[in-house]
């Protein structure tokens, strides 16, 4: 006979909770912040002195800056959820996903890449503001879940008060979710630089950052539950 759903989703629930609240899987979620947070970093220094041609240094150029803007993001975010500001580092968050989508456009087309290095603010806003990205990838991205971002922390908002007080498992949460994002644009670059002949840079990085998300996923329940409706 199989078991009540009920049952077990509250099983699941403590589960998650109690993984919410273990100092060892919390260490592990800010070590492996950090840790992404330099790779990206080493790759984004790696990249800037690829040699290439023209057109693929303005590739390089600009995957290496969506790089370095996702390592301070997340080193910065991973640094105030240890002091307990989770509000704003919420708000460094909701940024990461819009690395995210970048990540995925310069993935799709490489072309996207050298068309937003050299972009202006009338081109961004033609191109690649999250809504339009968003779009462009039909249906890969939720905008609901971009909309939860802009609630905690995007904005201010009455809600606030849920990342401002006794938000210790909220913070665990983001943080775990913030890691789901350095995963996935760490992917769409490992994808683009499969593409290209000559990015060993970011290959050279793979192996160990594979084995770290693994190992951080098989230790973390909470990358097991599923998106918010």
């Given amino acids: 006979m199989s078991e009540n759903p009920l049952l077990s989703f509250l099983k699941f629930q403590a589960t998650v909770n109690a993984s919410l609240t273990d100092k060892e899987v919390i260490a592990i979620r800010h070590d492996l912040a950090e840790f992404t947070s330099v790779q990206f970093s080493k790759v984004a220094s790696e990249l800037h002195k690829t040699e290439s041609d023209a057109e693929q240094e303005r590739v390089n150029e600009a995957v290496a800056l969506i790089l370095e803007i996702g390592s301070s993001l997340i080193s910065g975010a991973n640094t105030l959820f240890s002091l307990g500001n989770t509000y704003a580092a919420a708000a460094l968050v909701r940024q990461l996903v819009e690395v995210e989508y970048l990540a995925w456009a310069f993935e799709d087309d490489k072309k996207e890449a050298e068309k937003w290095i050299v972009s202006d603010?009338?081109?961004?806003?033609?191109?690649?503001?999250?809504?339009?990205?968003?779009?462009?990838?039909?249906?890969?991205?939720r905008s609901k879940d971009y909309g939860y971002h802009c609630e905690l922390g995007g904005h201010p908002v009455p809600g606030a008060n849920v990342l401002l007080e006794n938000a210790e498992l909220q913070a665990q949460l983001l943080l775990s979710d913030m890691l789901g994002h350095a995963g996935r644009i760490w992917d769409?670059?490992?994808s683009w630089a499969d593409g290209e002949k000559k990015q060993n840079v970011v290959l050279a990085h793979k192996e160990k950052m594979l084995e770290r998300y693994i190992a951080w996923k098989q230790a973390d329940i909470t990358t097991r539950m599923p998106p918010p409706p």
């Fill in 188 to 190: 769409h670059l490992v």
């Fill in 121 to 141: 603010k009338e081109e961004r806003m033609k191109f690649f503001t999250p809504a339009k990205l968003r779009k462009a990838a039909q249906g890969r991205f």
